[in-house]
């Protein structure tokens, strides 16, 4: 056989195969998807190559399922039905929270105070263990509406401190040491200096809101920034969290 008829042969057989490929994927039902201007239409094509639309999003995220039998879409509004459920029940419990009485102003606000998480660097200044948590925990104390739940710390599996029942609020404080740029004071020029920060997350347990603070100062006046560290975190509970919560 000649290079000729060598290429010949070797042509059928990749026509073949070609043509074998698609046969396959048209006996087991193919799909084709197109995407244009932020758009996508999903078609399922048959034997004969003929197209019929199965569903579309358009640019908005809106899906529209035209043929609710193919199995394709029935797998989209399945998937749709999913993502739209706790959206759904949330609506419904926000409804119910808009509908309850809330709170009166000098009624108490449980709160669940976090342990507070220490950097590698805060861990070895802090001279007595819990002492920097201990004294977050005495300033929110000291409120008389701010009532902090006790967690029993050897609770184990679903009972978790971070997940106390009863609690209005939940506060979660960070405490780190880090190099910054300020006047030293026996100098009186520029220079480095060790700050101490105190950031917390305030999150809201009967609705969607999220709170970040943050205060920070020179590690000598520790003291006096988690007291304003506290103030703001205070404000946040009793401002912003509090009147929004349901009557107990």
Do not use: W
């Amino acid at each position: 056989m000649d290079a000729k008829d060598s290429h010949a042969v070797g042509m059928i057989v990749a026509s073949s195969l070609v043509a074998a490929y698609f046969t396959m994927v048209a006996c087991s039902g193919s799909y084709y998807t197109a995407n244009l201007n932020g758009e996508k239409k999903v078609y399922r094509v048959d034997d004969h190559g003929a197209k019929t639309l199965v569903y579309e999003i358009d640019q908005n995220g809106k899906t529209t399922i035209h043929d609710a039998d193919d199995p394709v879409a029935k797998r989209q509004a399945a998937a749709l039905e999913m993502e739209e459920q706790p959206s759904v029940r949330r609506t419904e419990q926000l409804a119910q929270l808009n509908r309850a009485p809330r709170r009166q102003p000098n009624d108490p606000i449980y709160v669940n105070l976090v342990p507070a998480v220490l950097d590698g660097h805060m861990r070895k200044a802090e001279r007595t263990k819990g002492a920097v948590e201990q004294q977050i925990r005495s300033e929110l104390a000291a409120d008389p509406i701010i009532k902090l739940l006790e967690d029993n710390r050897n609770r184990s599996g679903l009972l978790k401190p971070h997940v106390l029942s009863g609690a209005d609020v939940e506060v979660s404080p960070k405490v780190s040491l880090k190099e910054a740029y300020g006047i030293d004071r026996k100098t009186g020029k520029p220079g480095k200096t060790l700050a101490v920060v105190f950031e917390a997350t305030i999150t809201a347990e009967a609705f969607p809101a999220t709170y970040n603070v943050s205060e920070s100062g020179h590690v000598l006046r520790n003291l006096e920034i988690s007291k304003r560290f506290a103030k703001q975190v205070k404000q946040v509970i009793l401002q912003k969290i509090g009147p929004n919560i349901p009557a107990h």
